[in-house]
């Protein structure tokens, strides 16, 4: 069975590796060959000053992935570590405005050699398509100019030194997330964020396949919008059930990193431009995202302070 399978992925192959959707499934011998190019080394030579680059995942839209790397990030540089964030959703770019960089476009450096990711009041660095261009403006790349787009996006965004490089991914398993999984070959791990119905469960479960397909080691799986405290009488209300981020790592044998509350200022804090563990410390979430940082920290060897 194996080697049909190696003989469906390879059968008229046009030795183009940087736009094969088969690319995590092929094993062929002469793949690595034909995938070492200079777009891709200059990637590698741009990142090599980072220490752990983690990509963050969902299986769908709108459960949270973003407001989660956001906070993660905010958790990181709370404990003493550097940190950048990129943006790889080109169609709908909204870290700027998480972090209270929208408007500041990245600048050419200068020797004119790449663009300077901007930093935010607390020090964390953003890289976003949104500060390329302007405040209204919107990219349709599709094919090989999404990819190429990414790759150059990528191989000139300095950074400098960091302890964490944390890339956001656009929902799902689509090309954008394929082409990033490509482009940074020496990820330290994925998390994966989910909602707690079982709808979700089944969608994270394909991210974490993909992970797993393309040798990318999964550091957990966060449940996002879970209970809710009443503002008026303290009862706990499960808006959105609970218990299905367990269930999807109990399944797939992943670590569950945790779960985070519901707290409708997490949505005041996102649109006021600073990561809500910043803002609310002292939160029951915000003391999750601390626990979830420092499990992940652990995880792929970093002390936090």
Do not use: H
């Amino acid at each position: 069975m194996a080697k049909i399978l190696n003989l469906q992925v390879t059968l008229g192959c046009d030795k183009n590796c940087d736009a094969c959707i088969k690319f995590f499934e092929c094993t062929s011998p002469i793949k690595r060959e034909l995938y070492d190019s200079p777009g891709l080394k200059k990637i590698e030579k741009r990142l090599k000053d980072i220490k752990y680059k983690i990509v963050v995942l969902s299986g769908k839209g709108g459960v949270g992935k973003s407001t989660v790397t956001a906070n993660l990030a905010g958790a990181l540089k709370k404990s003493g570590a550097r940190v950048g964030i990129l943006d790889s959703d080109f169609y709908g770019p909204s870290m700027p405005t998480m972090m209270g960089v929208l408007g500041k476009k990245m600048a050419v450096d200068k020797s004119g050699r790449g663009l300077v990711a901007v930093e935010t009041k607390s020090g964390i660095k953003v890289a976003s398509v949104a500060s390329t261009i302007e405040q209204q403006g919107y990219v349709t790349w599709m094919g090989e100019e999404l990819r190429w787009g990414l790759f150059s996006f990528l191989g000139e965004t300095q950074w400098g030194e960091l302890d964490f490089l944390l890339i956001d991914l656009p929902p799902g398993t689509g090309e954008e997330t394929l082409n990033v999984m490509k482009a940074v070959r020496d990820l330290d791990g994925g998390v994966m964020v989910t909602m707690p119905s079982d709808l979700c469960q089944v969608v994270v479960g394909r991210c974490i396949s993909l992970c797993q397909k393309a040798g990318t080691r999964v550091l957990g799986v966060i449940e996002n919008m879970g209970t809710l405290e009443c503002l008026k009488c303290g009862k706990n209300i499960d808006v959105f059930l609970t218990g299905g981020g367990e269930k999807v790592c109990s399944s797939t044998n992943v670590p569950f990193l945790g779960k985070i509350p519901l707290d409708p200022k997490v949505c005041d804090a996102s649109d006021a431009g600073e990561p809500f563990v910043l803002s609310y410390p002292d939160s029951k979430p915000s003391k999750m995202f601390m626990e979830i940082a420092k499990k992940i920290a652990e995880d792929v060897g970093y002390k936090l302070t």
